[in-house]
């Protein structure tokens, strides 16, 4: 970890063995789900291989994703793949041997871990109570009003200026997941979950009174859910701590 941030490799390339012996870092496995699972880990960095294309692959599918594309991607290969590297999408580029020479360096020179201020600031405004206008969002959201939500939420997203705004993107967007479902869209559902499983990760597990790590339960069940075809979907409540 590089300040307090994850740093992720993308699969299991040929240097990962040396990189690991001098640094804690976490390997997550290439293929079908390589991008839900970097959302949920939500590294610091992503080192990726980029020696070949299907190596490369894997940075574009990162860029590509409105979850994952503001994790700071960084390329390992020789120097004759660093501009297609960078065409992929990476931020940077460079050797494995300048990677393995100087690797603390190297991660916190281009990692972006959490801001602790910012941090702090989150959790002292979930302290605060829920605002009116998000107890009106609620409501509905637990009528199943799911498109009336959005945009009670999405106007408290645009007036509110510290990070707790989070809170109200990420509930629109269960919210929004839960009306493609509605309408049979579960692809298009899935897509809105893994885009608010971004903001939902830096969440406390109570924020203005509600439940965050209850809904971050139920929204990896839905995930489930909808990722098996025909299967069943069960809709949810927003649930406040105490109540």
């Not at 640094?23 to 959302?39: N, S």
């Not at 945009?151 to 510290?162: C, H, I, K, R, S």
């Amino acid at each position: 970890m590089v300040g307090g941030g994850r740093i992720a490799v993308a699969g299991a390339p040929a240097w990962l063995p040396a990189l690991q012996a001098r640094v804690r870092v976490t390997a997550l496995p290439t293929g079908p789900g390589f991008v839900p699972r970097l959302t949920d880990l939500g590294p610091a960095l992503l080192l990726a291989d980029a020696s070949d294309e299907a190596g490369r692959r894997w940075i574009s599918a990162a860029r590509a994703n409105n979850a994952t594309r503001r994790i700071p991607t960084l390329a390992v290969a020789d120097e004759g793949q660093h501009a297609a590297a960078l065409l992929a999408g990476a931020d940077a580029a460079l050797k494995a041997e300048e990677l393995l020479a100087a690797p603390e360096a190297i991660l916190r020179q281009y990692a972006r871990p959490p801001d602790p201020e910012r941090q702090a600031r989150l959790g002292c405004e979930c302290g605060s109570a829920l605002p009116p206008g998000a107890r009106e969002g609620v409501r509905l959201f637990n009528a199943g009003e799911y498109y009336a939500q959005h945009d009670v939420f999405e106007a408290l997203w645009v007036e509110t200026e510290g990070p707790v705004r989070e809170l109200y993107r990420a509930v629109l967007q269960v919210g929004v997941a839960l009306y493609q479902a509605q309408r049979g869209n579960r692809r298009g559902a899935l897509k809105m979950l893994l885009r608010s499983a971004q903001w939902l990760r830096d969440l406390p597990d109570v924020c203005q009174g509600l439940n965050v790590a209850q809904l971050r339960a139920d929204v990896r069940r839905l995930r489930a859910e909808l990722s098996v075809e025909d299967g069943e979907v069960t809709p949810f409540r927003l649930r406040e701590v105490g109540k």
